[in-house]
């Protein structure tokens, strides 16, 4: 079985940080590329950033210059930094990532259960 665990949410006042993980766990081959997706009550969830294996990263409009992404292949874990926050960035934020197991054959794209960032004014 493969896992992504997300960790980091909280609460915070508008203006500060947060950090997000998302570590894979499991019968892994290799991880492709990965993401994180937020959803607001109310809305469709949307992505917010991506990092392929390689590194090359993109960045929803509204989180650019604020959010940085990245990942450590070597620990199987992705990060979402965010700085400035806003209240609209309240949501429950997801990671996804397409993985590849020793158990099933080609990718398959996964998401992790969420955890809350609410950013208050």
């Known amino acids: 079985q493969v896992q992504l665990v997300e960790s980091g949410g909280g609460l915070v006042q508008a203006g500060g940080s947060l950090r997000l993980s998302c570590a894979a766990s499991g019968s892994i081959v290799a991880i492709g590329t990965m993401a994180w997706y937020r959803q607001a009550p109310g809305k469709q969830r949307e992505l917010v950033a991506q990092v392929t294996s390689g590194g090359s990263t993109i960045y929803t409009d509204s989180v650019k210059g604020r959010f940085t992404i990245s990942r450590d292949n070597a620990k199987n874990t992705m990060y979402l930094q965010m700085n400035s926050l806003k209240p609209e960035d309240t949501a429950v934020y997801y990671c996804?990532?397409?993985?590849?197991?020793?158990?099933?054959?080609?990718?398959?794209?996964?998401w992790g259960q969420g955890t809350q960032v609410t950013v208050s004014s």
């Open positions: 996804n990532a397409d993985i590849k197991s020793y158990y099933e054959l080609g990718s398959r794209s996964r």
